[in-house]
């Protein structure tokens, strides 16, 4: 397994134009159809098993599911013309709290896939100046605008795909990817 580099160890540079919310935008908007396409078929042994103590399949989509409302919440600050972003719980106690090994796979993928297209729509009702509004992160401890946290979410959402995928070889085996079929041998 590769070594990932922790969530909260990421560092992250700010420095391109606010002009690129839509393309930031269109990052979070597929989320949900990426996620769908690499568990859809994995088997639900596969989706819990854990790799130590470190969340299953399940569980980091059951995550994404979970954040939704954090994000929410920041867009109604910068809306409100906060100051400062609402922390983050880095314990993730929801996420674990949630037992979403417990739950069943599609209710997770429907109900992020419902959250994440109500925060799109926010997005996509919002007049572009709104874009470059800013609030202070507080654990990056930097300035961040609208477009540096949507983009900020899109790579928390890779973050978790990528975890995914490598559960995926962990459990399901080689480089498989769900809805595919593994290729026959010659």
Do not use: C
Not at 115 to 134: G, I
């Amino acid at each position: 397994m590769s070594e990932h580099l922790k969530w909260g160890e990421r560092t992250f540079a700010f420095t391109f134009p606010v002009e690129v919310f839509p393309e930031m935008i269109e990052r979070v908007r597929g989320t949900p159809a990426r996620l769908e396409d690499r568990v859809g078929s994995i088997p639900a042994a596969a989706l819990t098993s854990r790799d130590g103590e470190r969340w299953s399949i399940q569980e980091n989509a059951g995550h994404l599911l979970d954040i939704e409302a954090l994000f929410s919440r920041r867009l109604d600050e910068y809306l409100a013309g906060a100051e400062t972003l609402h922390a983050a719980d880095m314990s993730n106690r929801q996420t674990f709290e949630a037992d979403h090994n417990r739950a069943n796979i599609q209710s997770i993928l429907v109900g992020f896939r419902r959250e994440r297209t109500q925060l799109v729509q926010r997005f996509d009702d919002l007049q572009p100046q709104t874009f470059a509004k800013v609030a202070h992160h507080p654990r990056l401890n930097v300035p961040m605008r609208l477009v540096d946290m949507i983009y900020f979410q899109a790579e928390h959402d890779d973050y978790h795909l990528a975890r995914i995928s490598e559960l995926i070889r962990l459990f399901v085996g080689g480089h498989q990817t769900a809805g595919a079929s593994p290729p026959s041998r010659p």
